[in-house]
């Protein structure tokens, strides 16, 4: 078991900044049509976990598909750091693991999400 961490995530040019807290073993690998292109590894966490400290100015929603999701960016950097979801009236919150300072996302156990099936 790991542990429960805060990490701090940010964007490239950093006006995007946000905290998460959560114990972070494994990220998943998604083939979507976007997370395929974008080659980012993921975590979801309650909303609760993530909080946007700077950056809601500079984020850029953006849906497609059946727009459960919002991918939002930075509207500088175009780095996606994150994007929302609601499931069963959950509001979730998927981090771009690659986005948080002190992660290896080497050690973490990659797992792969079928996506592109949903
Ligand atoms: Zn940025």
């Excluded at 290896?104 to 792969?112: C, G, P, S």
Aim: with cysteine; glycine share 12%.
């Amino acid at each position: 078991m790991g542990e429960t961490k805060t990490y701090s995530g940010s964007c490239h040019c950093g006006k995007t900044r946000f905290e998460v807290t959560a114990d972070i073993q494994k990220a998943s690998s998604c083939n979507c049509s976007i997370c395929g292109r974008t080659g980012w590894l993921m975590a979801s966490v309650p909303s609760d976990a993530f909080t946007l400290l700077s950056g809601t100015e500079t984020q850029v929603d953006y849906q497609f598909g059946s727009k459960t999701m919002h991918h939002s960016f930075c509207g500088t950097c175009g780095i996606r750091a994150f994007g929302t979801y609601a499931v069963d009236g959950q509001e979730k919150v998927v981090v771009n693991l690659r986005c948080l300072d002190g992660l290896d996302v080497d050690a973490l156990d990659v797992q792969k999400f079928d996506g592109k099936s949903y």
